[in-house]
């Protein structure tokens, strides 16, 4: 059980080609060289993947299905400006399109993680329930609603990330979504 209280599960993507296979120390390479660079704190290394140095994402979702994970639930992330505190970060491999094992390992996790930490399986209206938004939500919809009309979107996302509409899946049953399915290449 995490010791910080839970709010948001932040879904993202590493944007990389969709079905390139990443590694969790890419990704890990990649945060140690970001711009808004995090390092994360030694004592928390020590605790947990001491190898990884910097990731900023509790979890990554690779193209089998496979499950990484990287900081400890209990270690603040660093993957969403401004709402790490309370957040957990999932990161599935790709950019828009993702394999039926990503989509139901996304779908198992974050039904997991919000009945084992207390938060709603609902999109996390932003714009409307602000700091105090509780439940599931894209990256993008974590942009600031510029127009102040209740709703953020295309052209206020300050990235797409994660590529796909979190609040459509959940509407839709956290099936996956037309349109964001890489099938496999046949040999
Ligand atoms: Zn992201």
Redesign the pocket.
């Known amino acids: 059980m995490a010791t910080r209280q839970i709010s948001l599960i932040v879904i993202?993507?590493s944007a990389t080609p969709n079905g390139r296979w990443t590694q969790l120390a890419d990704i890990d390479h990649w945060h140690r060289s970001a711009p808004r660079f995090f390092k994360r704190a030694a004592a928390a290394r020590q605790r947990f993947n001491p190898d990884l140095t910097s990731i900023g994402y509790h979890w990554v979702i690779g193209l089998n299905g496979a499950r990484f994970s990287g900081r400890h639930v209990d270690e603040v992330g660093a993957?969403?400006a401004q709402w790490n505190t309370h957040s957990i970060g999932i990161?599935l491999i790709g950019t828009d399109r993702y394999t039926p094992d990503q989509w139901a390992a996304l779908a198992d996790q974050v039904a997991h993680l919000a009945k084992l930490y207390n938060v709603p399986l609902q999109f996390a209206d932003i714009p409307r329930a602000g700091r105090g938004a509780r439940g599931i939500c894209g990256?993008r919809d974590l942009s600031p609603d510029g127009n102040g009309n209740g709703i953020v979107e295309p052209f206020e996302w300050l990235?797409t990330?994660?590529g796909f509409s979190v609040r459509d899946w959940l509407a839709g049953g956290m099936v996956p979504l037309d349109g964001h399915v890489l099938r496999p290449v046949a040999d």
């Open positions: 993202h993507c993957h969403a990161c990256h990235k990330c994660p």
